[in-house]
């Protein structure tokens, strides 16, 4: 089993719809929890860090469920320009090290 | 400030051959990362550098080697190319309070 799962997609929405991401982690004592974006060709870049009460940016929604071992990733209202591969990271607690999910990616279509 | 720089940005090398990609980071991360992404695999760690002087494997080192070679800097090397190492490779660095990582721009590695 992957240490981090994600659904690859791609998810194809309409501009304007809301759609949901979940990725699971297997390491229990993981610490820390990112969602990355990728552009095609382009490198990962920070869209949003996940707290354990949940937070949110503009539309999108990041929550972090440690009992079942999940994250999830909302994004309302969507853009063509969201169209992109979102990346799922844990951190452990051990060091250093940051495990990626293998991505799911994303087409908004006008 | 230029955030991660890795050259070159695209390179091919026949089978044998061996090749450095540079890394530099002007962000006084003490941690420094090399990645390789492949289609459906995701991004693989192959070494990391927790502070100066200091490296360590990770997912799959077989096949390269590492140099921490200052603060700024760390160079992955492939001594004698192989086709299975075709790949984009991304060098990145981790703030430390944050752990946020950035990451450079990638080289696309081709072996033919």
């Known amino acids: 089993r992957k240490e981090v799962e994600q659904d690859p997609g791609p998810f194809n929405v309409p501009e304007g719809a809301t759609v949901a991401f979940n990725c699971t982690y297997s390491?229990?004592?993981?610490?820390?929890f990112f969602w990355y974006r990728q552009d095609c060709r382009k490198e990962p870049k920070l869209l949003m860090s996940?707290?354990?009460s949940g937070n949110e940016d503009g539309r999108f929604t990041a929550q972090l469920n440690r009992a079942s071992q999940y994250i999830s990733l909302l994004i309302r209202d969507s853009k063509l320009s969201d169209s992109a591969t979102y990346l799922c990271v844990v951190k452990d607690n051990a060091g250093n090290m940051l495990t990626f999910g293998g991505g799911t990616r994303l087409m908004v279509k006008p | 400030n230029a955030g991660v720089t890795q050259t070159p940005k695209f390179q091919v090398l026949k089978t044998g051959q061996s090749m450095t990609l540079q890394c530099a980071q002007d962000?006084?991360?003490?941690?420094m990362y090399w990645y390789r992404q492949d289609p459906g695999m995701g991004l693989r760690l192959i070494y990391y550098?927790?502070?100066?002087?200091?490296?360590d494997k990770g997912e799959v080192p077989n096949g390269y080697n590492v140099s921490r070679l200052n603060k700024r800097e760390f160079s992955l090397r492939l001594e004698s190319a192989a086709p299975s190492q075709t790949s984009v490779y991304f060098c990145a660095s981790i703030a430390a309070i944050t752990d946020t990582q950035y990451f450079g721009p990638g080289t696309r590695l081709t072996v033919l």
């Open positions: 390491n229990s004592a993981s610490q820390s």
């Open positions: 996940v707290y354990s």
């Open positions: 550098s927790a502070s100066e002087g200091t490296t």
């Open positions: 962000m006084n991360h003490n941690s």
